[in-house]
């Protein structure tokens, strides 16, 4: 089955600056990748996603990168706030089941 | 329009004692989820349901049994639990699209098993 990796999985990051998580995945099957944010208390939420024809994906502040022939894929946050402070998942879709990463605990300083 | 919901919050539990955890979403989703999460280890599939009557073992189903008789509601259920089954459950649900899946997630319910 699929297996993703999830990395760093703490990252701090002063306000203004930009901040990168990055995941692998392992089934080259695998066709949609979904990241989600995960405040204190809630379930997780979905930010952005991106399918595998797809190599680039914007939304104001966030954008998702993806790399099929490594395949790896990237979440990217510019100019950072303290509201964006949560856990961030990435997942993997393949032909059965999503699979997620273990997720990083993102902390913005103001 | 609730979302997803999910009942209890919280729950303590003693070793061998039995719970159902009750889902319910208002969307209108054909599939519902299970997961557990744990500390470093993200989000875990347990069981997932694809329409009314039709459940399926997802990554660690050991231990839990889901039940799917109405649209709207997915329950999970601990027979005889354990303390390696202390963990926070969320609940999702998803319509059928080719090529995406978006899930909806619950807030969580927070079981301890001593």
């Known amino acids: 089955g699929e297996n993703v990796e999830q990395h760093p999985s703490t990252l701090s990051v002063q306000e203004g600056d930009s901040a990168v998580i990055k995941c692998t995945y392992s089934?080259?099957?695998?066709?949609?990748f979904p990241w989600y944010k995960q405040e204190l208390g809630k379930g997780p939420q979905l930010i952005i996603d991106?399918?595998?024809?797809?190599g680039e994906k914007k939304d104001q502040r966030i954008a998702v990168t993806l790399n099929k022939t490594a395949k790896h894929f990237s979440l990217h946050i510019t100019e950072t706030q303290p509201e964006d402070s949560a856990v961030y998942f990435c997942?993997?879709?393949?032909?059965?089941?999503?699979?997620f990463g273990a997720g990083t605990r993102l902390t913005v300083k103001p | 329009n609730a979302g997803v919901t999910q009942t209890p919050k919280f729950r303590v539990l003693k070793t061998g004692q039995s719970m159902t955890l009750l889902c319910a979403q208002d969307?209108?989703?054909?599939?519902m989820y299970w997961y557990r999460q744990d500390p470093g280890m993200g989000l875990r599939l347990i069981h997932y349901?694809?329409?009314?009557?039709?459940?399926a073992k997802g990554e660690v189903p050991d231990g839990y049994n889901v039940s799917r008789l109405k649209k709207q509601n997915f329950l999970l259920g601990l027979e005889s639990a354990a303390p390696s089954q202390t963990s926070v459950y969320f609940c999702?649900?998803?319509?059928?699209?080719?090529?995406?899946?978006?899930?909806?997630f619950g807030a969580g319910t927070r079981l301890s098993v001593l």
């Open positions: 349901s694809v329409g009314e009557g039709t459940t």
């Open positions: 999702a649900s998803s319509y059928r699209v080719v090529g995406k899946n978006i899930q909806y």
């Open positions: 969307m209108n989703h054909e599939y």
């Open positions: 997942a993997a879709k393949g032909i059965d089941d999503m699979r």
């Open positions: 089934d080259s099957a695998s066709n949609y």
């Open positions: 991106i399918r595998s024809n797809v």
